[in-house]
């Protein structure tokens, strides 16, 4: 499974918000939604979040091996 966790991390430590996500830089509250309840995203989507965020993909995601 695919967890977005490090995601919250990395804007907390960015200062950066869910709300300047939306309205500075255009990502979509459904987006926020995705993210939040770990389901899958695009690589374009997933690129995007690193160019705002100057962030490797690992400060995003991270898999977790479901038992």
């Known amino acids: 499974m695919i967890s977005y966790e490090p995601l919250y991390k990395t804007l907390k430590a960015k200062n ?13 509250r459904s987006l926020l939604d995705r993210l ?15 160019k705002i965020l100057d962030c490797g993909v ?7 091996k479901e038992e």
Do not use: R
Request: charged fraction near 20%; aromatic fraction near 6%; glycine fraction near 2%.
């Open 58 to 64: 690992e400060d995003i995601l991270v898999y977790v």
């Open 16 to 28: 950066m918000t869910t709300y300047k996500l939306i309205n500075q830089h255009g990502l979509s």
């Open 36 to 50: 939040k309840h770990n389901k899958p995203i695009t690589t374009v989507t997933l690129d995007d979040l690193c």
